[in-house]
């Protein structure tokens, strides 16, 4: 597809009609739903609709007056038609290829394999519906099975048509993306530098779910896959990337080898080169090629289709940058785990800027032996998280980083626990250590996911109170006054004032009545956050609704649930048991905790095949209480004898859904379970 730069006079009456329709529907969304934002001069656009009138005088462009899709479209959330899955990954990378061709091999009974290879583009998945080849929506992945509509936006994407050549129907799947020249473009209009930037991917994700369309039209789209109905002329993924050409779109780059040299060749080459290509990459996809040995791989279980075997994704080495390690800060959370994070001189990784990468597990800075001073090898973990995978040189004048024996704070005697994924946490063993103290005060003022959520009241502030002495556990926070407040002097010499001291103080005494869950979640008890006191209060069956439920010992000596270990729960009994002072202080000055109401199952709403049966939910709550009004059963873990697993993802494979599937428990969708509660569908269709 042409671009604006490569249109001219001389060649505009080369253009077909569909690509003068897409760049007038382009230009006209621009310019009525992005702040009179031009994408075109005014003469080329006049010339094109003139063209336009020329070839196809009954064309609705000629009298539509703005935009052809509105903002409403960019707030609703759409169900896919065919759930959007994603590729499993090949074992440790490109080593792991050869395993997975040979499996294929052996599968098909071939001598030899065809296999398309192409970029894994890192941006936001899109599929794009056509209806006789006119774009009707654009919806992002979401979930997999629920995305965001964004016609509006996508109708401006480079690459993507807003009609095609043919009156087909099909949907078109890509991804969007923000090229890197583009990305550095915004950074500059906007002034942005230095921790102010992110990466283009994120940049680019926002611009995609923008409800203003702004900057819609730097974004490109770059076609993977489509489906046509009735459409059989297409034998090979080659073949269907070549038809999306013809039909106006940008395509994945690609090519179709025969062996398994040619992948790691590929592979390397693309490794070499990545960081000069115009757009972010985290790997590359391979699939066989022939449509109709794919279908041998497809069977009636869903996941054949949304993780199909005959595709997989070979990841690129994590982004990495080799930096020095400059000091070492040394702090205690909440829980008193003592945590140690590297100062790293400021390097750029993977498109952002990274100056620290925590290390709170002391087994790994022993084992690595690194130590201040060392050259240090950083990855982002996931693309996202700081981490340090290696020394690469260690001078003679490096200082090693010592496991602390007294707390850094309080200089109490430390203890040492092994936590699972965590490896071994260095713990203070006083409870009244000043930084604890002040970590669960912040601990509970939180956010509205992590804390009861108190606004306004921002870490400056509760230094504030704290240092000053106003404030020495959460429950001191209900008793501040404005009086107390308004003469606050943050340590950047800011006075917060009278009027918000006065928002403050309402906003905490809004947070004196508080669900259990939420209570329980804040406290700071180490093993017990919010999502965990919810899912033990399901699987308790009544037996944990109040707050004093949790607080008596019988309760706990005859409570027993799948996934409560002995760890886990003598961590919350002893946390619980070390809060009895300050869950009493709080009652004390006015927080009230509500209790659990069970829902008992309504006889009018009671489905007949939900009635009696166990369910787990994983990755959503919806439909819960509608369950239990069935008169079904919730269960926060999954074990033998549970009837349903209801999961959002219809291509998780979480734990549950491993478990699950050795125990033959029947795993259903949440959209199912939505249908079975509305009486379209009983559970035994499954």
């Not at 990495?320 to 785990?337: K, L, R």
């Not at 092994?418 to 713990?427: E, L, M, P």
Request: hydrophobic fraction near 40%; proline fraction near 4%.
């Amino acid at each position: 597809m042409q671009t604006l730069q490569t249109i001219t006079v001389e060649n505009l009456c080369e253009l077909p009609v569909s690509a003068l329709q897409s760049w007038i529907d382009r230009a006209d969304i621009a310019y009525y739903r992005s702040g009179h934002q031009a994408i075109m001069a005014d003469s080329l656009y006049d010339l094109i609709k003139k063209r336009l009138l020329q070839l196809s005088p009954e064309d609705e462009r000629h009298h539509r007056v703005g935009s052809p899709y509105s903002a409403e479209e960019m707030r609703t959330k759409i169900t896919h038609s065919i759930p959007m899955g994603s590729l499993d990954n090949t074992d440790d990378g490109v080593k792991g290829y050869a395993k997975w061709h040979d499996m294929i091999l052996e599968a098909v009974q071939g001598s030899s394999l065809r296999i398309l290879h192409s970029l894994k583009i890192d941006g936001s998945s899109i599929c794009a519906s056509y209806r006789n080849g006119k774009l009707v929506r654009a919806v992002t992945r979401g979930n997999g099975t629920v995305g965001d509509d964004v016609t509006a936006n996508a109708a401006q994407f480079q690459g993507l048509p807003t009609v095609l050549p043919e009156l087909i129907d099909c949907e078109v799947r890509g991804e969007a993306i923000l090229f890197k020249a583009d990305f550095e473009t915004i950074c500059q209009r906007d002034n942005l530098t230095g921790d102010d930037i992110s990466n283009a991917r994120n940049v680019g994700n926002g611009i995609v779910g923008r409800s203003d369309g702004k900057d819609a039209h730097m974004m490109h789209f770059l076609a993977f896959n489509i489906v046509t109905p009735g459409l059989t002329r297409l034998n090979g993924e080659d073949e269907k990337l070549a038809f999306l050409s013809r039909l106006g779109f940008n395509v994945v780059p690609h090519a179709v080898v025969n062996s398994i040299q040619e992948i790691h060749d590929f592979h390397d080459h693309i490794v070499d080169i990545r960081d000069t290509l115009p757009y972010d990459i985290d790997g590359i996809v391979v699939v066989l090629n022939s449509l109709a040995r794919q279908q041998e791989f497809i069977t009636s279980d869903i996941k054949s289709q949304l993780r199909p075997k005959y595709a997989r994704a070979i990841k690129l080495p994590l982004k990495s940058a080799i930096t020095e390690i400059i000091d070492v800060v040394v702090t205690v959370g909440h829980t008193g785990a003592i945590i140690p994070t590297a100062g790293l001189k400021r390097v750029r990784v993977g498109g952002v800027f990274v100056s620290s990468a925590l290390m709170n597990n002391w087994n790994e800075v022993r084992d690595m032996d690194v130590a201040v001073g060392d050259k240090v090898k950083v990855v982002l973990s996931g693309d996202i998280i700081p981490k340090i995978v290696g020394v690469v040189d260690r001078p003679k004048n490096r200082i090693p980083i010592q496991e602390p024996t007294t707390c850094p704070a309080c200089r109490s005697a430390t203890t040492r626990n092994i936590r699972g994924k965590d490896g071994a946490v260095t713990y203070c063993t006083n409870n009244r250590c000043p930084d604890v103290v002040y970590a669960k005060i912040d601990k509970w003022v939180g956010t509205s996911k992590k804390g009861v959520g108190i606004m306004d009241l921002g870490d400056e502030i509760i230094t504030a109170l704290f240092e000053a002495g106003h404030v020495s556990d959460p429950a001191d926070l209900y008793t501040i006054t404005v009086e107390t407040l308004e003469n606050l002097t943050t340590s950047k010499g800011v006075r917060v004032g009278r009027s918000r001291a006065e928002k403050i103080v309402k906003n905490i005494t809004s947070k004196k009545t508080l669900p259990l869950p939420v209570f329980l979640g804040s406290l700071g008890i180490e093993l017990l956050g919010r999502r965990r006191a919810e899912m033990m209060i399901t699987q308790a069956e009544g037996k944990l609704n109040t707050l004093d439920d949790w607080l008596n010992e019988a309760v706990w000596e005859n409570l027993a649930m799948p996934g409560l270990g002995l760890a886990i729960r003598e961590a919350i009994v002893k946390g619980l048991e070390d809060c009895k002072p300050l869950i009493n202080k709080l009652r004390s000055v006015g927080v009230h905790i509500g209790d659990v109401v069970t829902v008992a199952p309504d006889p009018e709403k009671s489905v007949a095949t939900i009635a009696g049966k166990s369910f787990c939910f994983t990755g959503t709550r919806d439909l819960v209480e509608e369950v239990q009004a069935a008169g079904g059963i919730i269960k926060s873990g999954v074990s033998k004898g549970l009837h349903y697993l209801v999961q959002k993802d219809p291509t998780s494979t979480s734990g549950k859904t491993m478990k699950a599937e050795s125990y033959g428990t029947k795993i259903i969708g949440v959209d199912y379970l939505r249908e079975v509660l509305a009486g379209n569908a009983i559970l035994d269709d499954v």
